[in-house]
């Protein structure tokens, strides 16, 4: 009797490729969390206005959150994509790259008040 491969052994390049994509988003999400607890600790003892401390707060929270939401979307992604291959049907990820780029620019954002009140006010 002949064995035939499994849709997972079919494509071992693609799966191992989407779990590489998977691994550099939680990278990503890592360095988003480490940026606002950055943030966060410039201001936790010193002498900084109010409005640093809050910014400083809000940076970090941010972070904090939007380092979870790319941990949540890249695993639902990484599942998505994981279908997709042993169906053989890929489609780009236009949503998810979409959202970080938002969320990114949110973080940037916030990041920009926060050293503005710290170097100017």
Excluded: C
Excluded at 2 to 25: G, I
Aim: charged share 15%; no cysteine; net charge positive.
């Amino acid at each position: 009797m002949k064995d035939y491969p499994s849709a997972e052994n079919r494509y071992v390049q693609q799966h191992l490729a989407n779990e590489r994509t998977f691994l550099a988003w939680i990278r990503t999400s890592i360095s988003i969390i480490g940026i606002g607890f950055l943030a966060a600790g410039l201001v936790f003892n010193s002498t900084y206005s109010e409005t640093a401390r809050f910014f400083s707060i809000i940076t970090g929270i941010g972070a904090l959150v939007i380092g979870s939401a790319v941990i949540v979307a890249a695993a639902l992604e990484y599942r998505i994509k994981r279908k997709q291959i042993n169906r053989n049907e890929f489609r780009s990820s236009y949503i998810i790259v979409s959202l970080i780029v938002i969320l990114m620019l949110l973080v940037f954002g916030l990041l920009f008040f926060l050293m503005y009140f710290l170097l100017f006010a």
